[in-house]
């Protein structure tokens, strides 16, 4: 029996516009993916770092293993 099942954030291969950040961290919540893109454009526009937060994540993420 699993208590905890592990989750892991990747970057999204089937639900991408540039590197499928947006994607990975809507599959990772459990959100609609155009909720999260309209979510970080307002982090864009409002806080000014969303641009720096996406290319670091973009680096850092792995990519989505097909197995």
């Given at each position: 029996?699993?208590?905890?099942?592990?989750?892991?954030?990747?970057?999204?291969?089937?639900?991408?516009?540039?590197?499928?950040?947006?994607?990975?961290?809507?599959?990772?919540?459990?959100l609609d993916s155009?909720?999260?893109?309209?979510?970080?454009?307002?982090?864009i526009i409002f806080?000014?770092?969303?641009?720096?937060?996406?290319?670091?994540?973009?680096?850092?993420?792995?990519?989505?293993?097909?197995?």
């Amino acid at each position: 029996r699993v208590l905890f099942r592990s989750r892991r954030l990747y970057k999204s291969s089937t639900d991408k516009k540039l590197a499928g950040v947006c994607g990975g961290f809507s599959e990772y919540f459990g959100l609609d993916s155009t909720a999260v893109r309209i979510g970080y454009l307002a982090l864009i526009i409002f806080a000014g770092f969303g641009i720096l937060f996406y290319i670091i994540c973009a680096l850092v993420m792995p990519n989505e293993s097909k197995i």
